[in-house]
């Protein structure tokens, strides 16, 4: 069941960023029109998890309206839900917004589950498509972990006052908004407005059909002034994300977020095992942080993220201490485990897709197989420097040696002072046996 997450401490510096951006944009001067103009729409589509992110798209589009003298701002909103901070300060602008708004859930077969269901009851003018559907705006603990039975009554009491306040400004059905929150309901397109009193104002196929049943209409504002909507022949001006924008809302996705921290995880590990390599460190520091930007903002186990951090730690022990694959074997059950429990979300668009995470699993043990073999290998070879790697070594007596009395031998391209527990013939070949200082002891080969 969709769940609406409830947060502690969202990422606000994203949204105060936005809002210096806005500010500092304002100073273009933006034309006013006038009269005998057509009158302008903005239209956005809303596509995603509502976060930062998201929001900031929101607050920039209403205060773009503003700016321009728009007639109407027209949201077409689909989404699972999001953050609870994200959501209030969307709605906070949305209420004191000069132009009106309208959030419209399509297209058919569309949802605005939690946080979207605040935002469509909270409009100006509330729509939705055909086959679309809205509510379950129960509030959960958004980091996944189950919260205490005392913190979940005051969440849902907290949201459920929320959800009230917005339905009777909004002259909407307060009871059904009431059970949205506390009993997570969800309503069709034809529950919500055939309810009495209804949770939205009209049913629309698409967005000329919805500009088309809107024009003359007379619609309550919040502060109780009241509006006509004119949109015959009115000019629509879409506004889609920035640049900016579009990156981090891919960013703050479960596959991209999961994707990121295991890039980075392998860099740095990488950069541990050969150090100086200086590009995997740099990349891996990269992914990671944009990865914590978005584990922040998503409904993130954090005992996931202890199994991954301890599968990796395992991985780095393996090239320190000789466990013959024990550690690496360790490493990459506590890396699965962790990732199959990261993400704990009921909405399918906040889960890890399986597809994602084992191709990345199998891919890191595939690394970490080779890079054991690779270290097995080098302990297995026999030394080749020092006196381990004089013993055994093959050589040729260049003189007669007899026990007790030294010869000279060569081996390993020197000529060396040496002696035998037996005779030993000059051009016999010969093995060394012992390093004694600057002398061999041989046997014959």
């Not at 944009?25 to 729409?41: F, L």
């Not at 392998?266 to 150090?275: A, D, H, M």
Request: glycine letters at 8%.
């Amino acid at each position: 069941m969709p769940r609406f997450l409830f947060v502690r401490a969202p990422l606000r510096w994203l949204s105060v960023g936005a809002l210096i951006c806005t500010a500092l944009s304002s100073a273009v001067a933006v034309p006013v029109p006038t009269a005998s103009d057509p009158p302008m729409i903005y239209s956005a589509d809303v596509d995603s998890i509502i976060h930062p992110v998201s929001a900031d798209y929101m607050i920039e589009t209403m205060a773009r309206a503003d700016r321009a003298g728009a007639a109407l701002v027209v949201f077409t909103l689909r989404t699972p839900g999001g953050l609870v901070d994200s959501t209030r300060d969307i709605i906070t602008h949305m209420l004191a917004a000069k132009t009106p708004v309208v959030v419209f859930v399509a297209p058919s077969g569309a949802r605005a589950a939690s946080a979207g269901f605040l935002l469509t009851i909270a409009a100006d003018v509330a729509a939705m498509a055909p086959g679309t559907h809205i509510g379950a705006a129960h509030p959960v603990s958004g980091d996944g972990e189950k919260i205490d039975e005392t913190m979940a009554k005051k969440a849902a009491a907290d949201v459920a006052a929320y959800a009230r306040t917005l339905a009777a400004r909004r002259h909407r059905n307060v009871d059904l908004a009431e059970e949205a929150v506390n009993n997570s309901r969800a309503f069709t397109d034809e529950e919500a407005l055939h309810a009495t009193p209804p949770l939205i104002d009209l049913v629309a196929a698409d967005l000329p059909d919805l500009l088309k049943k809107l024009d003359g209409r007379t619609v309550m504002r919040f502060d109780g002034t009241t509006a006509v909507l004119t949109t015959a022949g009115a000019r629509t001006t879409s506004i889609a994300m920035t640049f900016r924008q579009r990156v981090l809302s891919a960013i703050a996705h479960p596959n991209v977020a999961y994707l990121l921290l295991s890039l980075g995880t392998l860099g740095l590990t990488i950069e541990l095992w050969s150090p100086g390599a200086v590009l995997p460190g740099v990349a891996g520091g990269l992914c990671l942080l944009l990865a914590f930007f978005a584990l922040q903002i998503l409904p993130v186990n954090y005992a996931g993220v202890l199994l991954i951090g301890f599968g990796v730690v395992l991985l780095m022990l393996e090239f320190k201490i000789p466990s013959y694959g024990l550690l690496t074997a360790g490493g990459l059950g506590s890396f699965l485990f962790g990732s199959m429990i990261l993400m704990d979300a009921d909405v399918p668009e906040l889960r890890l897709s399986p597809g994602l995470v084992l191709p990345i699993v199998a891919a890191v043990a595939g690394i970490a197989a080779v890079l054991v073999r690779l270290g097995v290998a080098s302990q297995r070879r026999e030394a080749v420097t020092g006196i381990a790697g004089m013993i055994g070594a093959k050589g040729r007596a260049l003189t007669p040696i007899e026990p007790g009395k030294a010869g000279r031998v060569t081996t390993h391209g020197e000529i060396w002072t040496a002696t035998a527990h037996e005779p030993i013939a000059e051009g016999d070949p010969v093995t060394v046996v012992r390093v004694d200082g600057l002398t061999l002891t041989v046997s014959k080969a």
